[in-house]
């Protein structure tokens, strides 16, 4: 096995030995993700164009807005073959502290909330980090006991205090709800996400070395590349986004308390598979992961409108997470197929 | 790289015989050492310790009642650890085991408020179990998808499905004769009689485990699947069978949540799949599969349980829990990584005092042989 | 996966020593168990020793927080030595049960409980019973043969018909309505809806109001949004929406004062005066009720410390002191109720603080 070259199966790179650039285009692993997004939106806004009304599509893209910077984040971390299952404890400690802060600091501006927030996202997903690289210990247990961990802190400080829309100054509060050409602001701010993570894993020498992590670890670190200083990178890009996402989720929504939170760590995980993420490592990209937590808020809401029955939708989510699974598969299997034979050809 | 002198060479003293005791790699120990001082037997420890502790200091907990309600609380998380041991010492994983027990449960609901007697309602609610094992078992052994994200997916599918069989309602006027049997004890002793049922259930895993050419296969299965196949264990069949014998067993837990607490709803069992992994991974057994045992993940789940229990009982909020859950967990994966760390460390400087041409060549013999022993 | 070498195999040995460290686990299990150390706990300990224990049915609830509130001034006015409060973190059906036995060891006198499910938590309760404890039921019913007596915030037919009347004034008079309640078997919230369903089949004056829909929020915050925007996309035409749980019109308040349905949607239900007042006063809310809730747990304490006393036994036409608030008799079904509810408007909301 030759060093630094990883295995034909784990690399998302298109064939380039492709007829037409068209092609190599519809053989990325974001397109079955996105056809599916756009046929699922078809349908419902047919059935029902109440979906697509102004305020029907500023919903869907306020849900999706949290869900999508936590995907993007967790995706990072599952490209390096990790895992962090405690986004959800991280997600609601910085929810209920940026309530605390209003509260305790009146007239704090909201900039500072903001940069406190993330500061305390990135504490907690370095803390991860740490335990995962030093310790040299599976993430999968790390995060969950940090899971844990985090959860009991959030119950510890928050008790029964809930802290309500009315304790946050109403500007704040209008961040969900004020739009920039149509767009929700703050779902802008996560498309700015996106794009910046989107880039830095494409273009720069830090982003595409976590792809080789998570290809082959071993590999990796004898290719040269500082492993550690790299996975810390991702979960510290974890943790920031996740206090990103907190405090978002303090300006949404009503209440934050002991519980905010809890339970996300599924839903995240799911959206970054059903995008292309490979739970592997070494595949996938952030606008995958996003357009899948995007196709997951936007399930929910469409069978909604559509009055299916409530009680078939997350028998509906799981079926597509499968779904998702599979295509995944069959499609990294004949791209491997492909570039073994093209391989073969050229020689 | 031209060999340098063998003695230069930290991991050949690997192979002789007369090293092995200081190694700092983790399996490095020989004899009793190994079995006395191995993760799992550490964790049996704890467990006597802290029950030892608490009969002693804390009151109302020595005595029949105590035992009752605290075996009765741990018996759904104690006989899905049995299955759950064998799926990760493979390498795999089943997230979807708290489904199961809750689709079997809506399924017991349904069946019994339609009418059926309660034998054919069980049979129906065990088969369900043993499909949805069998449908997880074909995604991730005979397709080969990763079973992190597979049993992510059927998680939602298992719990959605509860949800479409029963959706809001709870049925609650199962047999009273059966519902308090469940909860019945065995004569003062204060052991449930159902124990006498899980006993039988964890003897037979033990032995399938620990005592069986199939038990010794699943742990070379977690090392390496392709060494396995090539020594000849039946890799797909192995890890199919055990996915059934995840979702039977989940069926299992699930039939007796419904008549422990005379209640059929959607939402039993939820958030328990967690709490299973934490305490198998608590009790030994390594996330990377190939190593574990039954009796270790048995004390991980006792233990949290017993934990659990006394917090309760001394009504302590459950906060405290949740946290000496996860630092559980945490310093007890940490713990080993650190000391061994710390071995390795101390190996490393005394080889380098030992051999004289060390100090010469310095760090570059010390970067090789760190490479080398890191794998 | 990293490659490791294959480890031997465990001898005999070593494995007949794991069996045995087993064996030796279950076994101190097992002798705690039959250890005659510590009594079983029945009864309370100590002449004029009550202990009382209220179980809500979660923790970190807003409106819980202030019924506690009132239930522990109760019960140190009523004379309780021993004061505590447990409970799950997560309102679900079998979560109460280890804390009910809990108290049923440590001799707990009076057990005071919200029930998740109404029958879920019988069996435990029965053994508590055993025990020597008296149930006191509150806010949320159980099954009425497993308490002694169950203390109603109002009359629940009240309930239903103020907020009926609420929606009613607020719609017009007609038009399409829906329901956005907290579990699906919570008793307290399914037995007002029953009431509401009824009224409006029954009273002529609101035979042009038609409900669409029910859905369950599950007292989650996140939840009852999304479900609140469900409810909006799937009836476009609904002008009113009743949510008889705190949490539930707190959310649904928020949804709607951030989106186009502001004011053109009815809000009412039953909501906290300090929660609601934002909403009220951006006029999202025009009007919405509640009671005191901390009157509830303080009679809840009370009627504990009856029942504890033997001055009442639970029975129809028993009679008791419930402190500064004064006499209450026991009605069918050991059914006790604390009083009216009350109507905050932006006029009075400022009154209150809880």
Known sequence: MTLGTPTPEKTAVPNRHASSGLASILRLREVPVTLALILLVTVTYLANPLFLSQQGTKDLLLNATI?????????????????????GSILGIVAFSTGTLFVAVPGIPIVLVFLAGMALGALLGTINGLLVTVAKVPSLVITLGTLYVY?????????????????????????????????????????????????????????????????????????????????????????????????LYASRFNSVGATTGTGLEFDIIAAAVVGGVAIFGGSGTVVGAAIGALLLTTITSALTAVRVDKFWQQAIVGLLILAAIIIDRVARIRTAKKLRLSEARDV | MSNPPTELLPTATNRSGARTAVLPQAGGRIGLARILLSRDTVMIYALVVFVIFAALFIPRFASPVSTGFLLLDVIPALLIALPMTLVIITGEIDLSVASIAGLTSALMGVLWSAGLDIGPVLIISLLAGVLAGAFNGLLVAVLGLPSLAVTIGTLALFRGLALVVIGDNAVANFPPELTSFFTSKIGGTGIPTVMIGVAVVAVFFGVLLHFTP??????????????????????????????????????????????????????????????????????????????????????????????????????????VLIIVTGTLLIASVVAPSIIEGISKWRHTRRHRRQLPQASALGETRATASGVQERK | MTMEFIRPTTTRRTRRLFALAAVAASVALVASGCASG??????SGGEGDLSITFIPKQLNNPYTDVVLGGGKDGATAAGFTGIEVVGPLEASASSQVSFINAETQAGTSVIVIAANDPDAVGPALEEARAAGAKIVAFDSDTNPKYRDV???????????????????????????????SATANATNQNEWIKFIEEELASNPDYADITLVAK????????????????????????KGIISPTTVGIAATARYLSTSNYKGQVALTGLGLPNEMRPFVKDGTVTAFALWDPAQLGYVAAFAGKALADGTITGAEGDKFTAGDLGEREIGADGLVIVGPPTTFTADNIDNYDF
């Open chain 1, 67 to 87: 869900v999508i910077i936590l995907a993007v984040g967790q995706a990072m971390v599952i490209i390096t073959r990790n895992v962090d299952l405690s986004i």
């Open chain 1, 151 to 247: 959860r009991g802190l959030n119950n510890a400080w928050a008790g029964g205090t809930q802290y309500f829309a009315g304790d946050r100054p109403s500007s704040f509060g209008a961040l969900s709800v004020d739009t920039l050409a149509g767009f929700p602001l703050i779902t802008l701010i996560a498309i700015v996400v996106v794009i910046i993570v989107a880039v830095f894993m494409a273009s720069t020498r830090p982003g595409r070395d976590l792809y080789a992590i998570g290809s082959d670890p071993e590999a990796a670190k004898l290719f040269g590349i500082p492993v550690t200083r790299r996975v810390l990178l991702a979960f510290f890009s974890n943790g920031i986004l996740a206090g990103l996402a907190g405090v």
């Open chain 2, 214 to 319: 199939f038990g010794r296969g699943l742990f070379a299965l977690g090392y390496s699947k392709e060494a396995a196949t090539f020594v000849g264990i039946k890799v797909m069949r192995a890890k199919f069978w055990l996915y059934v014998a995840s979702g039977s067993v989940s069926a299992l837990a699930g039939i007796y949540w419904t008549l422990r607490y005379s209640s059929a709803r959607s939402d039993n069992a939820s958030g328990l799949e967690l709490t299973v992994i934490a305490a198998v991974l608590l009790g030994g057994v390594s996330i990377f599969g190939g190593k574990g045992s039954i009796p270790g993940a048995i004390a991980g789940v006792l233990l949290i349980g017993t934990i659990n229990f006394t917090l309760r009982l001394n009504r302590i909020s459950d906060v």
């Open chain 3, 38 to 43: 510590d009594s079983a706990g029945t009864g």
């Open chain 3, 150 to 180: 169950f203390i109603s915030q109002v009359v629940a037919k009240d309930v239903a018909l103020i907020q009926v009347k609420l929606i009613a004034e607020q719609i017009g008079g007609s038009g399409e309505i829906a329901i956005l």
């Open chain 3, 215 to 238: 859905v369950y929020g599950d007292d989650d915050d996140t939840k009852s949004f999304q479900e609140a925007q469900g409810l909006m996309q799937a009836y476009p035409d609904l």
